[in-house]
């Protein structure tokens, strides 16, 4: 089994910074993917950014230019810098990751920026 416990949400004011951190442990081969969801209130949970095991990354159009997804492999983790943030960043962050096959969820950590 793989447990994912992220950390570093909370309530910040519209133009702020928060730097998400999820990081994973248990029975890990190789992290594959690895990508930060959200699910905002009312509605259905969208992915946010992702980082394949060659560093690539994918951004939402949302967030492009304002969120950095990045990895370290040697500590299991996946961050996720948050900057510029507006209301509509408000939610709940996940992070996915991906390793011998199976997908694994955190179980998320609340973000509120308020206006």
């Known amino acids: 089994q793989v447990q994912l416990v992220e950390s570093g949400g909370g309530l910040v004011q519209a133009g702020g910074s928060l730097r998400l951190s999820c990081v994973a442990s248990g029975s890990i081969f190789r992290l594959d993917t690895m990508a930060w969801y959200r699910q905002a209130p009312g509605k259905q949970r969208e992915v946010v950014a992702l980082?394949?095991?060659?560093?690539?990354?994918n951004y939402a159009d949302s967030v492009k230019g304002r969120f950095t997804i990045s990895r370290d492999n040697a500590k299991n983790t996946v961050y996720l810098q948050m900057n510029s943030l507006k209301p509509e960043d408000t939610g709940v962050y996940y992070c996915?990751?991906?390793?011998?096959?199976?997908?694994?969820w955190g179980k998320g950590t609340p973000v509120t920026v308020s206006s």
């Open positions: 996915k990751i991906s390793t011998g096959g199976m997908d694994y």
């Open positions: 980082i394949t095991s060659g560093g690539s990354t």
